[in-house]
């Protein structure tokens, strides 16, 4: 039969003496106070870090407000500009269809007054052929006729061509005016 044995027992290991330092509320103070002025100047970097930060991004919005006030300014005036030219030259159009338009209508009143004589000269023709005695007076007649329709037409064409280009002179000169105020030299 055999014998159980017990297990042996094991040596007790013997624990370090803790020192004194570390036994006490001193050590822990201190450790408090190391983290608390190490959190403090984390704190301040990342404060002066943030102001920093801060300085040039308020610095980056103020150059981007003053090209924007800048640029807002330009345009305004470029608008301004444009739109006095804009004004000025439909103002330029009006003035040129207003002085062809009153150019046509004493040319049309013209034309008219030429028509109106032209008839009466017809119907006075008529009558002195009507009146005429002999195919002889009635030729001298006819002849006569042609030759002064033709001085008339002649006559009335040049003051009509004249009349015609006086207008045409008149209606673009607001236009040429515009056009050399707004045309480099």
Known sequence: MAIARKPAAKPAVAKPPVPASLTGAAPLDAVTEASGKAAADAAKLMSEGADKLLAQVREAQEGLR????????KSHEAYARIKADAEAATGSVETSFSAARSGLQSLNSKAFDAIKSQTE???????????????????????EFIRKQFESFASQSKEMGEHMQAIVMTSIEPLKAAMARHTPA
């Open 66 to 73: 003053k090209a924007a006030e800048q640029s807002l300014a």
């Open 121 to 143: 000269v017809n119907f006075d023709h008529v009558k002195a052929l009507l009146a005429a005695k002999d195919p002889q007076n009635l030729f001298e007649l006819q002849s």
